[in-house]
C-alpha cells in the first residue's frame, strides 16, 4: 500500500510562490511515477505535472509550463511541487497521486492519492 501526504497548501497574492510537498510512505517507489493534479470547483480534474522516482523524468500540463517545477528528495521519499508565478486561475485543491512504472497524465491511471491541500490565489 502507498499513503501520500500533502503540505504546504495556503494563501498567496498573484504574482507569488508556493512549494508543495508530497510525504510518501508504504513502499518503495523506485519504479512509480508521481503526478500532481488539480482541481478547482466545478472543474475537472487537471494534470499539473509528474516526475519519475527512477531518473527524475518529467513532464508538464500546458498551462503550468515554465512556471512551475516538480522534484523529488529520495533520502527524504518527497516529491515537490514549485510553483512560481501564480495566477488566480491556479486555485485549486492539489493532489500528489502514485501510479507504478508507466509514465502519464491521466488522473484514471493514478491508483494512488493524497488528501489533497489548498492553494488560494488573490488577485
Known amino acids: 500500500q502507498v499513503q501520500l501526504v500533502e503540505s504546504g497548501g495556503g494563501l498567496v497574492q498573484a504574482g507569488g510562490s508556493l512549494r508543495l510537498s508530497c510525504a510518501t510512505s508504504?513502499?518503495?517507489?523506485?519504479?512509480?511515477?508521481m503526478g500532481w493534479f488539480r482541481q478547482a470547483p466545478g472543474k475537472e480534474r487537471e494534470f499539473v505535472g509528474y516526475i519519475t522516482w527512477d531518473i527524475g523524468a518529467t513532464a508538464y500540463g500546458d498551462s503550468v509550463k515554465g512556471r512551475f517545477t516538480i522534484s523529488r528528495d529520495n533520502a527524504k521519499n518527497t516529491v515537490y511541487l514549485q510553483m512560481n508565478s501564480l495566477k488566480p486561475e491556479d486555485t485549486a485543491v492539489y493532489y500528489c497521486?502514485?501510479?507504478?512504472?508507466?509514465?502519464?497524465?491521466?488522473?484514471?491511471?493514478?491508483?494512488?492519492w493524497g488528501q489533497g491541500t489548498q492553494v488560494t490565489v488573490s488577485s
Open positions: 508504504g513502499r518503495t517507489l523506485s519504479t512509480y511515477t
Open positions: 497521486a502514485a501510479r507504478p512504472l508507466w509514465r502519464g497524465s491521466s488522473w484514471e491511471e493514478y491508483p494512488y
